[in-house]
């Protein structure tokens, strides 16, 4: 069985806006996403607040999308702190075929399995 699937890496970059950075933000710095880790220049730093409000986007940002999904078109994203003007674009640059067997020891199963494992649980009234 073929367990590839594909991923892409991902660019996300400091910009500038038309309000000043207050935080330690310097407008070209950057961290890469390849595959499932985050990868950071030495001598870059990155705040640990801004990290987190960019991490939930991420593996979406990675993944194919239905063309109007509004993940595939908004790409820029303000720092979490209202009073700072860095932004922060998300860029696609390139794909990446990974293999489930080298990111797991779970079995795949399909969409279908986990559907009726689901009416199962509700038929026999232990639905979570």
Not at 86 to 112: D, G, N, Q, Y
Request: aromatic content about 8%; glycine content about 4%; charged content about 30%.
């Amino acid at each position: 069985m073929n367990d590839e699937f594909t991923l892409y890496d991902l660019k996300v970059e400091v910009i500038s806006s038309d309000k000043p950075m207050v935080c330690r933000h310097r407008e070209g710095d950057y961290f890469l996403v390849e595959g499932e880790n985050l990868v950071f220049p030495q001598t870059t730093s990155f705040s640990m607040y801004s990290l987190a409000a960019l991490l939930p986007l991420l593996p979406a940002k990675q993944r194919e999308l239905h063309e109007n999904d509004w993940m595939l078109s908004d790409s820029i994203i303000a720092c979490p702190d209202p009073n700072c003007g860095a932004r922060f674009k998300i860029t696609r640059t390139r794909p990446r075929t990974l293999r489930h067997s080298e990111c797991t020891v779970e079995k795949i199963h399909s969409t279908k399995d986990d559907i009726t494992m689901n009416m199962e649980e509700i038929k026999n009234g232990s639905e979570d």
